[in-house]
């Protein structure tokens, strides 16, 4: 496995965590955030990001 694709599923694994709270959650269900949610918003997004960082395909 090489660094791109650890990033890559890294961010889908949160991104599958973050979709399970959303509907765990029933503050998030009522489009209130909770602190967690919050938390994994920005994770999800930092993950992504870093796996665009490593993606050489535009540069
Ligand atoms: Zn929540």
Same mark, same amino acid.
């Not at 660094?3 to 399970?20: F, K, M, N, P, S």
């Not at 920005?42 to 960082?53: M, T, Y």
């Given at each position: ?21 959303? +509907? ?10 909770? +602190? ?6 920005? %994770? ?6 870093? %796996? +665009? ?7």
């Amino acid at each position: 496995m090489t660094v791109t694709d650890g990033a890559t599923a890294h961010a889908d694994e949160l991104y599958r965590i973050q979709l399970r709270h959303l +509907d765990d959650c029933p503050a998030c269900r009522t489009a209130v955030e909770c +602190d967690k949610g919050v938390r994994l918003r920005r %994770a999800v997004r930092a993950a992504r990001l870093a %796996a +665009d960082k490593r993606w050489p395909q535009w540069t």
